[in-house]
């Protein structure tokens, strides 16, 4: 087969690697990756100047692709799936009804709401004087997030409600990491154990794929802003068997059969956020359309069964028939970004340390490119280091370790990924 992989990011260097392991691959082109997924195997990236879904479409029949992969959400937000069933070209991911989950926090609200799936109280505001006499009357601390896609970087917990207002009125004037939104949403806070909840639906099937946690907090303690992911691990006690079958009959289906009565299918990999209380009550804070950043790579780095049949079955709507194998060693992902993340940051700076392998450790390219043959940075997120190990704590270890042989000017991660599973920690233990 030949494979088109869209994206260049850490989630898609994780794709790219796990797909070039499977025998029946034996291209693999990626639009427009980056220089650690050049390094893989079968790999040829193609370069495209601001591309369109068309710019795909022709690109697909091109290179002969037999299958496309797409990473990020914004093409499938736009429809590309849409239009490759329109060409007959085989394509895996959600089309771009389905992704209106991820694409418009408003429309996910709304389908939550109609079938009844456990999510924050929230109002929705075209304009910042209703959401912020809305504010007025509420307990702090609160959450706004930005309608439509931001990169993970559009969700905000607030405690002062002046500052709270303040923030309403640069979102609608899109003074705040560069988001555009014409609508908010302002919900309750809730408290819990944040998880990551990801699975392959097809029709009415639903296949969990292991568990894992994400920490979006820039810095230790879960303090700071929000991030796109500063490190995960997989898998996690908060998703046991009782959590995972409980998800997918009380939050996965209703969700896929409130969608089918507005006539959506959906089919691809659905992500949910996850916020679980201290009675295990697991409420929706977003769906997202496509595996998780850093979440993929912990996750695939356990994978032991070939990922192509995974998209194939999702595809030909056969996931009643798939069987998935994981490793039972954890594996500990942790993020090392630019200095200033997730606001402005320096790029540009040579990276050094990337030149040996060591076993069960693989770095994730997320934010480089090449600079007279130098890797440097180009991103917030620059790499996404991720260990194997018999137990999380083996894992983690390993994982920093690596870390530590790798610098540049600005280099900066969190230092307790998977700490409160590794020491028992969660509201509930």
């Not at 998880?195 to 979006?216: R, W």
């Not at 490119?369 to 997120?381: A, E, F, Q, Y």
């Amino acid at each position: 087969m030949n494979l088109l992989i869209i994206g260049g990011g850490g989630r898609e260097h994780a794709i790219v690697w796990k797909v070039s392991q499977s025998n029946k691959v034996s291209k693999i082109f990626v639009t427009p990756g980056n220089p650690g997924i050049a390094n893989e195997n079968k790999v040829t990236l193609v370069s495209i100047d601001n591309p369109n879904i068309k710019d795909y479409v022709q690109l697909a029949i091109e290179k002969n692709i037999d299958l496309t992969i797409v990473g990020p959400e914004d093409p499938l937000v736009e429809g590309i799936v849409d239009e490759f069933n329109k060409n007959n070209l085989l394509i895996f991911g959600p089309n771009k009804l389905a992704s209106q989950l991820e694409g418009s926090k408003d429309f996910c609200k709304k389908i939550l709401n109609s079938a009844n799936v456990l999510t924050a109280k929230h109002e929705s505001f075209k304009d910042p004087i209703s959401a912020n006499n809305y504010i007025k009357n509420q307990n702090m601390p609160i959450v706004i997030k930005a309608d439509g896609l931001a990169a993970g970087k559009g969700v905000f917990i607030m405690k002062d409600k002046n500052e709270a207002c303040k923030l309403i009125n640069d979102l609608f004037d899109a003074k705040i990491n560069g988001i555009k939104t014409s609508l908010v949403i302002v919900e309750e806070f809730l408290k819990g154990e944040e998880a990551s909840f990801i699975c392959l639906v097809s029709g009415d099937t639903v296949i969990p794929i292991a568990s894992s946690k994400d920490h979006k907090k820039l810095c230790d303690a879960d303090l700071g802003p929000n991030t796109g992911g500063m490190g995960a691990y997989s898998p996690t006690k908060l998703i046991n068997t009782d959590m995972s079958e409980n998800v997918i009959n009380k939050i996965i289906l209703p969700t896929i059969k409130e969608l089918k009565k507005i006539n959506i299918n959906y089919q691809g990999f659905l992500y949910a956020g996850l916020m679980i209380d201290k009675n295990k009550n697991a409420y929706v804070l977003e769906y997202n359309c496509r595996l998780g950043d850093p979440e993929a790579q912990a996750i695939l780095m356990r994978l032991d069964s070939d990922i192509i049949n995974m998209f194939l079955s999702t595809i030909n709507n056969q996931l009643d028939k798939l069987e998935i194998k994981w490793k039972k060693e954890s594996a500990c992902t942790i993020v090392l970004a630019s200095e200033g993340y997730p606001g402005k940051y320096e790029k540009n700076n040579k990276i050094n340390g990337l030149d040996y392998e060591v076993n069960d450790v693989k770095i994730f390219h997320s934010g480089t490119k090449l600079n007279d043959g130098s890797v440097v940075t180009n991103g917030g997120r620059v790499l996404a280091v991720t260990a194997l190990g018999i137990n999380l704590q083996i894992a983690q270890a390993k994982a920093y370790d690596r870390c530590s042989q790798i610098s540049w000017d600005g280099k900066i991660k969190r230092n307790d990924i998977g700490n409160k599973e590794i020491n028992n920690k969660f509201i509930f233990s």
